[in-house]
Every structure is written in structure tokens, then in C-alpha cells.
Nanobody, 115 residues
Framework: QVQLVESGGNLVQPGSSLRLSCTIS????????MAWYRQAPGKQREFVAS????????GYTDSVRGRFTINRDNEKNTVYLQMTNLVLEDTATYYC????????WGQGTPVLVSS
């Protein structure tokens, strides 16, 4: 059974940093390109960042490029999202999934950016 468990979300002030983690079980993690997505209140879930199987290639949506960094540890079956210089618009619940969103979604981890 596939399980995705996201963690690391918190209430922070603008300009702060957070590191999100997502640990996946039930799959051969190294066979999957992974991604982070987010869903803000009242909006559809959107792509945030992706990373290739070996971690050599990454991609970001324009609004986070230069502020967020995705990486992965294939030994720990974990993908991370380092977020810096957070802004109000980053407020959302963050989810991980494979690059195409085909795995069972986890509960997500909430990030609230507020002054």
C-alpha cells in the first residue's frame, strides 16, 4: 500500500524559511520522478516543483523559482522542499506526489504565512 506522509508545515511570518519533508512507502522510490504541489484555500491544487529520479534535474513554477529548492534522498525514500523568503501567497497545504500525480494523495502539510 502506497503511503505519502508530508510534514514540516507551520505558521510563519513573511520572509521566513521552512523545510517540508515527504516520506513515501510502498513504492520503489528511486523509480519515480517526484514533485511538490500546493492547494491554497478556495483554489485548485497546483504544481510547485519537481525532481528527476536521480535528483539531477529540477523544475519550478515561476512564482517560487529562486526561493524554493526541491531535493531528494533515495536512501530515505524522502523528498524535501526548502522554502525561503516566504510570502503571503505561499499560504497553502503542500502535498508531494509523483511528477504526474498518479499516487494516492497524502494529507498534506499546511503552511500559513501571516504577519
Amino acid at each position: 500500500q502506497v503511503q505519502l506522509v508530508e510534514s514540516g508545515g507551520n505558521l510563519v511570518q513573511p520572509g521566513s524559511s521552512l523545510r517540508l519533508s515527504c516520506t513515501i512507502s510502498g513504492i520503489d522510490f528511486g523509480d519515480y520522478s517526484m514533485a511538490w504541489y500546493r492547494q491554497a484555500p478556495g483554489k485548485q491544487r497546483e504544481f510547485v516543483a519537481s525532481i528527476s529520479l536521480g535528483g539531477n534535474t529540477t523544475g519550478y513554477t515561476d512564482s517560487v523559482r529562486g526561493r524554493f529548492t526541491i531535493n531528494r534522498d533515495n536512501e530515505k525514500n524522502t523528498v524535501y522542499l526548502q522554502m525561503t523568503n516566504l510570502v503571503l501567497e505561499d499560504t497553502a497545504t503542500y502535498y508531494c506526489n509523483d511528477r504526474f500525480g498518479i499516487l494516492q494523495w497524502g494529507q498534506g502539510t499546511p503552511v500559513l504565512v501571516s504577519s
